[in-house]
C-alpha cells in the first residue's frame, strides 16, 4: 500500500457510525445529572422553600428559638431581620435567617441536612 492510496482505503471503508458513539458517552452524564439533581438539588430546594415560608409567616409575640440556642419572643419584624426579647428589658437584633423555629418544636432550619 502507497501513501497515495491509504486515504482512497480509508474512503471505501466508510466512516464509522457516529451517532451510536456520541449516544453512548452522552448518556452516563445525563444519567449522572439525573441522579444528581434528584438525590440532592430537589431536596435542597424544597428544604429552603419551606423555611423560607416559616420565616414568611413569623409574627410579633412568636416565641422563637435562634440558631444559636438563644430563646426568646419576637417584638419587632423588619424586611430582613427582627427584634426578640429575650429577657426583661434586653432586646436583641437578629437577622431572620438566624431563627431555627418555634420554641417546643423542631427547628425548621435541620443542623443535619440530611435529616
Do not use: C
Not at 17 to 42: E, G, K, M, R
Not at 44 to 69: E, I, N, P
Request: cysteine-free.
Amino acid at each position: 500500500m502507497t501513501p497515495l492510496s491509504a486515504p482512497l482505503t480509508l474512503v471505501a471503508m466508510g466512516a464509522p457510525d457516529s451517532n451510536q458513539s456520541v449516544l453512548t458517552l452522552l448518556l452516563p452524564w445525563v444519567l449522572i445529572f439525573a441522579i444528581f439533581y434528584f438525590v440532592i438539588l430537589l431536596p435542597m430546594k424544597r428544604r429552603q422553600k419551606k423555611v423560607q415560608q416559616f420565616l414568611d409567616a413569623l409574627k410579633v409575640g412568636d416565641r422563637v428559638v435562634t440558631t444559636s440556642g438563644i430563646y426568646g419572643t419576637i417584638t419587632k419584624i423588619a424586611d430582613r431581620s427582627v427584634k426578640v426579647q429575650i429577657a426583661d428589658k434586653v432586646h436583641i437584633e437578629l437577622s431572620k435567617a438566624a431563627i431555627a423555629g418555634y420554641q417546643g418544636q423542631d427547628p425548621v432550619v435541620a443542623d443535619n441536612p440530611q435529616a
